[in-house]
């Protein structure tokens, strides 16, 4: 059975830094993707940032570009997010999700397998 298990979330003021981890248990993502994306409350679930497993290159919106990082450990079959300057906005659940090709980009349909989800709170 495929897992992808994430820890990691939690609270922070603005201004602050929170990592994110998600490990796939129970296959790999080799040649495709993970990601992770956040859903607020009544918002609907948007891409924050995406990693192709085998080539490394990363997709990210506008919204958190130069502030978070996508990272991948091969070893340890593990995407991190690190998230820098966090804001208020920046409040939502945050989900892992992976697909085993590169079709998945932007929208949430386009993947397969998701985590359970993980608080992020940003206070002011």
């Known amino acids: 059975q495929v897992r992808l298990v994430e820890s990691g979330g939690g609270l922070s003021q603005a201004g602050g830094s929170l990592t994110l981890s998600c490990a796939a248990i129970?296959?790999?993502?080799?040649?495709?993707?993970m990601a992770w994306f956040r859903q607020a409350p009544y918002g609907e679930r948007e891409l924050v940032a995406r990693?192709?497993?085998?080539?490394?290159?990363?997709l990210y919106p506008d919204s958190v570009k130069g502030r978070f990082n996508i990272s991948r450990d091969m070893a340890k079959n593990t995407v991190y997010l690190q998230m820098n300057s966090l804001k208020p906005e920046d409040t939502a659940v945050y989900f892992c999700a992976a697909h085993p090709s590169t079709y998945a980009l932007w929208h949430p349909t386009q993947y397969s397998f998701w985590g359970q989800g993980t608080q992020v709170t940003v206070s002011s």
């Open positions: 129970g296959r790999t993502f080799s040649g495709g993707v």
């Open positions: 990693i192709g497993w085998n080539s490394g290159t990363t």
